[in-house]
């Protein structure tokens, strides 16, 4: 059986007919690119809504009762300062945080914006009360500091977190 030459038209014909495997992968690219960028977006997105959720000074919603919350990690810890991030009345000011593990005390300690101690006290419970006849100034804004010490001299501490007292 013979076969018969084709004509180099209906070559280029057929040719430009059929879809290069290289062409096809390139159609393909802006739906791949679009999808990638949705994976990476979607979890920056959600972390952004839940630091506007943290109640940081000035940015997001504060929780309730609580004037600043520090890292959320285990390790750290978190100092709550009662009231909504005013000044607060000197006989119901309290300070809480969360325990850490194999703590048997937390030092606190309250301090002017210059670091002059103006109280520090050994506490065992996570919750404290500054005693009854300290004078805080009105006004004035001083920082609570809370370090706890699970093994030995290695300290867990928190940051110096800002409150006032009112008039």
Known sequence: MAVEP???DLVAQARSLVTSPT??????APQWAAAAAAILVVPLLVQLGRNLD????GHGRSAPSARRMLDSRADVLQV??????GAMDAGSLQ???TAVAGSPYY?????????TVVVR??????????????????GAEYF?????????????????IPFKVSD
């Open 95 to 97: 300070f809480r945080w």
């Open 121 to 138: 006290e050994r506490v065992t419970g996570t919750a404290w009360q500054p005693p009854p006849l300290l004078r805080l100034g009105p």
């Open 80 to 85: 709550f300062v009662s009231g909504d991030g």
């Open 23 to 28: 062409r096809r992968a390139w159609r393909l």
């Open 54 to 57: 943290r109640g940081v000074e």
């Open 144 to 160: 609570v500091h809370v370090a706890a010490y699970p093994g030995g001299d290695k300290a867990v501490s928190s940051d110096h």
């Open 6 to 8: 084709v004509s180099p």
């Open 107 to 115: 030092d606190v300690r309250i301090v002017t914006d210059d670091g």
